[in-house]
C-alpha cells in the first residue's frame, strides 16, 4: 500500500501545484491520474494552445506550463500513480482514507484532494453514420500537435473558442482551413470571431455558415467531406480534405467518485468555500474546475489559490495541535526533500567603527 502524508486525484495544474504549497508545509504528496502522464487537459487535449490569463505569463503554452509546473515540484519529489482511475474511496477506524484504483493499487492518507477537473471527457460526436470508420485515419475530437496538419486540407465544424481558435491557428499551418458552422453566430470571444471574419475576408479561411457536415467519404482514410447548408436551394457542397475536426466540446463525468457519497450539484462537488474547501466529508477537500460554489471561476488560477488555501488548513488536520508559522518564500526560501534549498542572498551589512 502506498502511504503519503496528502493524497491527490488529478495530476492537471491544480494538482501539480498543490504538491509545491503542500512541500512548503513539510508534507509529503502521491498523485492518482486516469491519464498516462500528468497536465490533465492540459497534456492531454490542448498542449500546444496557448494561455492567456497566468499571471506573469503574458502567453503561455499549455503543455509548457505542465513542464514548468512539474519543475517546480521536483524537489518536493512527489508520488505518481498515473494510468489508473481512483476507482473507491474507505474510510478507516483511524480516520485515515484508503482509495483503491480500478488496477487494483491501494493508497492510503490522512487527507484527501481532489482535483480531478472536469473529472473523464468523452468527444461530443455529430451524427454521421459513418464517423467511426475514419476515427485517426482523418478524423480528430482534439488537436494535440498541429504539425499533423501541416500543408494539410483541414475542415473544421464547431461555433465555439476552440473551433475558432483552431482555425486560426492553423492558418499558418495547413494547406486549406475551413470553418464550418450550423449557424452564422460564433459563442466564441468577440475578437476570435473578429480574427476568423478578417481572414476570411482575406482568403485564408474558407468560412461556411449556417451549414453543417453530414457525410464523410473515403475507403479506409477520409478523403473528402460533404457539408449540406441550411438554405435548402443552395446544393450540397462537396470538398476534397485530409483531416475533419469536430470541436463540439467534451461531455464531463465525475466518474465512480460520483459514488463516494459526496454532495454534487451540477456535475460538480459542492465545498465550503468560506474556509477551507472540504467537502461534506471531513477529510476530503475539492480544489479547481471539480468544485462549485457560490461565485466559482473555473480558471486555473482559481485552482492555484484554493490549493494554497486548502494545503493551510490540511496541515492542520495532519497535525492537530502543531502550530506552523507561514514565511513567504522570499523569507523562507523553498526547501525540497531531495535536499535541495532556494533563497535569497544575504544581505551584508558592515559595521562603521
Not at 512539474?70 to 474507505?90: N, S, V
Not at 480516520?95 to 488496477?103: A, L, M
Not at 493499487?105 to 464517423?131: D, M, Q, W, Y
Amino acid at each position: 500500500m502506498i502511504k503519503t502524508d496528502m493524497l491527490i486525484i488529478g495530476a492537471g495544474p491544480t494538482g501539480l501545484f498543490t504538491v509545491f504549497e503542500a512541500g512548503l508545509l513539510k508534507l509529503k504528496t502521491h498523485l492518482i491520474d486516469a491519464l498516462p502522464q500528468p497536465g490533465g487537459q492540459c497534456s492531454e487535449i490542448y498542449p500546444k494552445k496557448p494561455i492567456y490569463d497566468i499571471p506573469a505569463f503574458p502567453e503561455i503554452l499549455a503543455g509548457t506550463l505542465v513542464d514548468n509546473l512539474m519543475e517546480q515540484i521536483k524537489p518536493f519529489e512527489p508520488g505518481f500513480t498515473l494510468g489508473e482511475r481512483a476507482e473507491t474511496l474507505d474510510k478507516l477506524e483511524d480516520g485515515s482514507f484508503v482509495v483503491t484504483t480500478n488496477k487494483g493499487t491501494k493508497h492510503n492518507a490522512p487527507v484527501v484532494v481532489i482535483a480531478g477537473g472536469l473529472g473523464s471527457f468523452e468527444p461530443r460526436k455529430p451524427p454521421i453514420s459513418n464517423i467511426v470508420n475514419f476515427e485517426d485515419t482523418g478524423v480528430s475530437y482534439m488537436i494535440k500537435d498541429p504539425e499533423v496538419y501541416r500543408d494539410k486540407k483541414v475542415v473544421i465544424a464547431g461555433g465555439g473558442d476552440s473551433a475558432l481558435d483552431w482555425a486560426i491557428f492553423l492558418t499558418d499551418v495547413a494547406a486549406e482551413v475551413t470553418l464550418v458552422h450550423r449557424r452564422d453566430e460564433f459563442r466564441g470571444a468577440l475578437d476570435s470571431v473578429e480574427k476568423a471574419s478578417e481572414l476570411a475576408k482575406l482568403g485564408k479561411i474558407k468560412l461556411i455558415t449556417k451549414a453543417e457536415v453530414k457525410e464523410l467519404h473515403g475507403e479506409n482514410v477520409l478523403k473528402a467531406v460533404v457539408i449540406k447548408h441550411t438554405d435548402k436551394e443552395k446544393e450540397d457542397t462537396y470538398l476534397e480534405v485530409d483531416n475533419f475536426i469536430p470541436l463540439f466540446g467534451l461531455s464531463p463525468k465525475l466518474g465512480p467518485i460520483g459514488d463516494w457519497g459526496l454532495e454534487i450539484h451540477k456535475n460538480a462537488i459542492k465545498v465550503n468555500n468560506a474556509k477551507d474547501y472540504q467537502t461534506n466529508i471531513p477529510g476530503v477537500y475539492a480544489i479547481g474546475d471539480v468544485n462549485t460554489y457560490e461565485g466559482k471561476l473555473k480558471l486555473i488560477l482559481s485552482g492555484f489559490h484554493e490549493a494554497a488555501v486548502m494545503c493551510q488548513y490540511a496541515y492542520q488536520q495532519i497535525n492537530p495541535g502543531k502550530r506552523f508559522v507561514m514565511k513567504y518564500t522570499t523569507v523562507g526560501g523553498v526547501e525540497g526533500f531531495d535536499g535541495s534549498k532556494k533563497e535569497a542572498k544575504k544581505e551584508v551589512v558592515q559595521s562603521i567603527a
